[in-house]
């Protein structure tokens, strides 16, 4: 289900700072390819709570021309679905299973990780020959070194690994470093968008050229605390609102970071052989500056404009360019997807859920799964937001007070649209049930569960039926240590730029009880390695050393 541009009257596409030659870039616009015979190089690039109405292309009046330009070339998925908050959507990333499954259904407990009886897609992608690279944001487990990247399959990792810390002094709250090198603390200048940049661009220069690359790219932009470059922040002075005007200064910065990536690997003679694929991992926060596009709520719930997000896919000569695909795509579908694309073998295992879609990329008439369960976004212990899909029927079930007590837009701010309806009535467990056809209202503002019972018991045993983990492994479901996650959405000084003095006060890692950190024992000091510091229990509050 495509719906097509003429790929001439697209104007050429000029990388900020690098121009691309038009005849390398027409290869896009060629009906697709057979699937390489050779192993493709595979970049995935994430940004952090971009919301569906934070790009150019969706209409934003933050300028993102990389990401336009991205999507008028490469596969622009126009109903591309992932979960509602930050680990889960890493954890489908990497294993391919359903956040109510692996227990990841909110941001990880500081304790805990994702089940080391996962084999990850960069475990995968080595088999066949792969040189596998982590730069960004981790957030899958980081109480043991046994829980980091470059223990779960990356040759190399650099970057962070709590929820989100100071874009510029690297800190968590608590005043503790959250910055590593394979392991090894260091401390840098420098905001956290260019850092992941530059290192993923020497990364991909001193590559073994002898071995495909897989490079996921996870940066931390646009996740609170609001920081952006003073200059780029000034190109919005005609946004009123603060905090949308440092979140658009933080987009637009990523953009053009994003074009660097890009342009390096136009340089090194890559871009007809390596697969690209750009996803926001969830919904915006809406009171810290995004919005969700008209789409209903945002992060942390089931709603649309939670786990509906912009993506786009693109493999010159491979994926037929200038395409908007409606056919459903969703984040679990990349782990099949891009370990068929490698030449691997994907687990005949139960419980990796996605599906290959590349055939779906390509443009290619197939059968589409109709069915799925997403959400399972733990609020609290014990209170979720949950989604099932018939297509094109959805459900949301969550606790009445979740409901009631929604977030709504931002007053002063671009919100998420009008307010939500008011929710139906609870049912026996306290609970309600909304249903939506959310083809004919994708705003959800039409709740039709009284007039279609069958429907909703269709899908309510869907959502029943999907395996569960024993527990919640995150701090918000009431299993493994507790943390107190978020802040208020600003945080730096007015108008961007560095922070003065401590870590800004809405960014940061996840507390321990007691105002320890999880941190606490490893990342601490520079060059001091992540096992020493733990075994040592070396503790760096603020304040005190």
Same mark, same amino acid.
């Given at each position: 289900m495509f719906s097509a541009k003429s790929c001439s009257s697209q104007p050429a596409w000029l990388w900020r700072g690098s121009a691309y030659l038009m005849a390398v870039l027409g290869l896009s616009c060629a009906a697709p390819a057979a699937l390489a015979a050779t192993k493709p190089n595979i970049v995935v690039i994430v940004n952090d709570d971009l919301g569906w109405g934070d790009v150019g292309y969706h209409g934003a009046e933050i300028r993102t021309p990389n990401l336009n330009a991205l999507a008028k070339r490469g596969v622009e998925l126009n109903r591309y679905y992932t979960y509602a908050v930050c680990s889960p959507m890493r954890a489908a990333l990497m294993s391919g299973r359903s956040s109510l499954e692996t227990g990841v259904d909110a941001p990880i407990a500081l304790d805990k990780v994702l089940p080391l009886d996962a084999?990850?897609?960069?475990?995968?992608?080595?088999?066949? %020959?792969?040189?596998?690279?982590?730069?960004?944001? *981790?957030?899958?487990?980081?109480?043991?070194?046994?829980?980091?990247? /470059? $223990?779960?399959? /990356?040759?190399?990792?650099?970057? /962070?690994?709590?929820?989100?810390?100071?874009?510029?002094?690297?800190?968590?709250?608590?005043?503790?470093?959250?910055?590593?090198?394979?392991?090894?603390?260091?401390?840098?200048?420098?905001?956290?968008?260019?850092?992941f940049t530059a290192d993923a661009i020497s990364q991909i220069k001193s590559r073994d050229k002898k071995k495909p690359l897989f490079l996921y790219l996870a940066y931390d932009a646009p996740h609170t605390p609001l920081q952006a470059p003073a200059e780029v922040v000034a190109k919005y002075a005609d946004i009123a609102d603060p905090i949308r005007r440092t979140y658009a200064a933080m987009v637009d910065h990523a953009d053009a970071q994003i074009a660097r990536v890009l342009?390096?690997?136009?340089?090194?003679?890559?871009?007809?052989?390596?697969?690209?694929? *750009?996803?926001?991992? #969830?919904?915006?926060?809406?009171?810290?500056?995004?919005?969700?596009?008209?789409?209903?709520?945002?992060? %942390?719930?089931? /709603?649309?404009?939670?786990?509906?997000?912009?993506?786009?896919?693109? *493999?010159? %000569?491979?994926?037929?360019?200038?395409? $908007?695909?409606?056919?459903?795509?969703?984040?679990l579908d990349w782990f099949p997807t891009l370990i068929a694309a490698a030449g691997g073998k994907v687990p005949q295992d139960k419980r990796i859920v996605g599906h290959d879609v590349m055939k779906s990329l390509r443009g290619d008439k197939v059968a589409q799964p109709t069915q799925m369960v997403m959400g399972n976004h733990a609020q609290r212990a014990g209170a979720y937001y949950e989604s099932a899909y018939q297509w094109p029927w959805k459900i949301v079930r969550a606790p009445a007070a979740l409901l009631n007590a929604a977030q709504g837009p931002r007053p002063g701010g671009p919100g998420s649209g009008a307010a939500p309806?008011?929710?139906?009535?609870?049912?026996?467990?306290?609970?309600?049930?909304?249903?939506?056809?959310?083809?004919?209202?994708? #705003?959800?503002? #039409?709740?039709?569960?009284?007039?279609?019972?069958?429907?909703?018991?269709?899908?309510?045993?869907?959502?029943?039926?999907?395996?569960?983990?024993?527990?919640?492994?995150s701090e918000w479901g009431g299993n493994g240590r507790a943390g107190a996650v978020g802040g208020p959405p600003g945080g730096g000084p007015p108008g961007g730029g560095p922070p003065r003095g401590g870590p800004?006060?809405?960014?940061?890692?996840?507390?321990?009880?007691? %105002?320890?950190?999880?941190?606490?024992g490893y990342t601490v000091e520079k060059g001091e390695p992540v096992a020493e510091a733990a075994a040592r229990g070396a503790v760096l509050s603020r304040g005190q050393q």
């Amino acid at each position: 289900m495509f719906s097509a541009k003429s790929c001439s009257s697209q104007p050429a596409w000029l990388w900020r700072g690098s121009a691309y030659l038009m005849a390398v870039l027409g290869l896009s616009c060629a009906a697709p390819a057979a699937l390489a015979a050779t192993k493709p190089n595979i970049v995935v690039i994430v940004n952090d709570d971009l919301g569906w109405g934070d790009v150019g292309y969706h209409g934003a009046e933050i300028r993102t021309p990389n990401l336009n330009a991205l999507a008028k070339r490469g596969v622009e998925l126009n109903r591309y679905y992932t979960y509602a908050v930050c680990s889960p959507m890493r954890a489908a990333l990497m294993s391919g299973r359903s956040s109510l499954e692996t227990g990841v259904d909110a941001p990880i407990a500081l304790d805990k990780v994702l089940p080391l009886d996962a084999t990850l897609l960069p475990e995968h992608l080595k088999r066949v %020959g792969y040189q596998t690279v982590m730069v960004g944001k *981790w957030h899958l487990g980081q109480a043991k070194t046994e829980y980091l990247p /470059f $223990k779960r399959g /990356f040759d190399y990792y650099y970057g /962070f690994l709590g929820g989100f810390i100071d874009h510029y002094t690297h800190l968590t709250p608590d005043g503790n470093l959250d910055w590593q090198r394979n392991g090894v603390s260091v401390r840098e200048e420098g905001y956290t968008t260019d850092l992941f940049t530059a290192d993923a661009i020497s990364q991909i220069k001193s590559r073994d050229k002898k071995k495909p690359l897989f490079l996921y790219l996870a940066y931390d932009a646009p996740h609170t605390p609001l920081q952006a470059p003073a200059e780029v922040v000034a190109k919005y002075a005609d946004i009123a609102d603060p905090i949308r005007r440092t979140y658009a200064a933080m987009v637009d910065h990523a953009d053009a970071q994003i074009a660097r990536v890009l342009a390096t690997i136009e340089s090194e003679g890559m871009a007809k052989d390596t697969i690209i694929i *750009w996803v926001s991992d #969830n919904g915006p926060e809406t009171r810290g500056g995004g919005t969700s596009g008209g789409l209903r709520m945002g992060k %942390g719930t089931s /709603f649309e404009g939670g786990q509906r997000v912009p993506a786009i896919a693109y *493999w010159p %000569g491979h994926l037929e360019g200038g395409k $908007k695909l409606d056919s459903v795509v969703t984040v679990l579908d990349w782990f099949p997807t891009l370990i068929a694309a490698a030449g691997g073998k994907v687990p005949q295992d139960k419980r990796i859920v996605g599906h290959d879609v590349m055939k779906s990329l390509r443009g290619d008439k197939v059968a589409q799964p109709t069915q799925m369960v997403m959400g399972n976004h733990a609020q609290r212990a014990g209170a979720y937001y949950e989604s099932a899909y018939q297509w094109p029927w959805k459900i949301v079930r969550a606790p009445a007070a979740l409901l009631n007590a929604a977030q709504g837009p931002r007053p002063g701010g671009p919100g998420s649209g009008a307010a939500p309806p008011a929710p139906g009535a609870a049912g026996p467990d306290d609970k309600v049930t909304l249903l939506f056809d959310v083809v004919a209202d994708p #705003n959800e503002s #039409n709740d039709v569960a009284a007039a279609n019972p069958q429907i909703v018991a269709r899908l309510l045993a869907d959502l029943d039926a999907a395996p569960r983990a024993p527990a919640s492994l995150s701090e918000w479901g009431g299993n493994g240590r507790a943390g107190a996650v978020g802040g208020p959405p600003g945080g730096g000084p007015p108008g961007g730029g560095p922070p003065r003095g401590g870590p800004a006060a809405g960014g940061g890692g996840d507390r321990l009880p007691g %105002g320890g950190n999880a941190l606490q024992g490893y990342t601490v000091e520079k060059g001091e390695p992540v096992a020493e510091a733990a075994a040592r229990g070396a503790v760096l509050s603020r304040g005190q050393q």
